[in-house]
């Protein structure tokens, strides 16, 4: 067997490649996954041997015996819906392997509570994936605001849209209860990433929450921050329209757009790289973008009044 051996849970899943292909170029090897659905050729394309399993107890019960057997699972990539995502976490950890979670870590600041006593007591670790912490723009940003500090707050405004089908509503994703919403499922990531480089939050305002965009405003320790998220295509602006794009993103920093839209395809990669050289985000990492996104999801909206993304005025 390769020196890490891996099982994942949620291989039919958008995400699920980028994690079969970072534990591929990390040296590891595939031993077994699980999904309810069934449509998952893309293991070939990496890890052809792996045993496969539409149902948990079947793939519980495997990798049990191949435990006893002496060739335990060294990890556990989870890349099941948001809401399964504690449960499937607890799975690793009594099992002996250490958990490798996607966004969001969970749905609930209490959880990451509960996941640190079983953490302490069966001595694994839970590692996140908050890839953008690993981007060579955003670490650039961080160390370039470090070494010459503001007096005053700095202002920043992001956007994110990434357009869905009519699917998106009718899936997991749709569902507040199982995905946390917007602000959650695509925002989680960039809420992090502006708690790691200007400090906890003071302060959550939200302008607009609906099913297909979120918009609000964040007091951090060292930023204002107005945020706009949204999964509609008419919400993009008309040069990316025209241009027929789906997605864009943008984060302005003092007025000044950082460019980062590049350097996205291996940061899976570069996340699994820096977990198994010791150096990998676990759970404390994650506690403010989930009290973050929960406070979001459980806000009262305010009206349009005071600082808020330009975005909301379009939409109304």
């Not at 057997?69 to 990539?77: A, E, K, L, Q, T």
């Not at 920043?156 to 990434?162: D, G, R, V």
């Not at 297909?212 to 998220?229: E, I, T």
Request: aromatic letters at 10%; charged letters at 20%.
């Amino acid at each position: 067997m390769a020196e890490n051996a891996f099982a994942l849970i949620g291989a039919a899943g958008f995400v699920a490649p980028r994690h079969m292909k970072a534990i591929a170029e990390v040296g590891g090897e595939l031993v077994a996954a699980l999904d309810p659905n069934d449509s998952v050729g893309v293991i070939d394309s990496y890890f052809p041997a792996a045993d496969f399993f539409t149902e948990f107890e079947r793939f519980d019960r495997h990798i049990d015996k191949q435990r006893r057997r002496g060739r335990p699972i060294d990890y556990v990539s989870i890349c099941s819906p948001n809401y399964l995502h504690d449960a499937h976490i607890r799975f690793a950890l009594r099992g002996h392997a250490h958990a490798i979670c996607e966004k969001p870590l969970v749905l609930n600041p209490w959880n990451i509570d509960g996941l640190s006593e079983i953490e302490a007591e069966s001595g694994r670790r839970v590692f996140n994936i908050l890839q953008l912490r690993w981007h060579p723009a955003i670490r650039q940003l961080k160390e370039r605001l470090q070494t010459r500090p503001s007096p005053r707050l700095h202002d920043i405004e992001l956007t994110y849209i990434t357009s869905r089908g009519n699917w998106y509503a009718r899936s997991w994703k749709g569902d507040m209860q199982k995905s946390g919403g917007i602000a959650t499922n695509i925002g989680v990531h960039f809420f992090d990433m502006l708690a790691w480089i200007f400090g906890d939050l003071a302060q959550s305002t939200v302008h607009l929450s609906r099913p297909d965009c979120a918009a609000g405003h964040l007091v951090l320790k060292n930023a204002n921050v107005r945020w706009f998220l949204s999964i509609n295509a008419e919400h993009l602006p008309e040069a990316p329209r025209q241009q027929g794009q789906r997605t864009y993103r943008s984060i302005r920093v003092n007025g000044d757009e950082i460019e980062f839209s590049a350097g996205f395809t291996d940061l899976h990669t570069e996340s699994y790289r820096q977990i198994l050289a010791g150096n990998g985000y676990g759970l404390q990492d994650a506690r403010t973008s989930i009290e973050m996104v929960h406070a979001i999801r459980n806000a009262t909206p305010h009206p349009l009044i005071g600082d808020y993304h330009p975005h909301c005025e379009r939409i109304g």
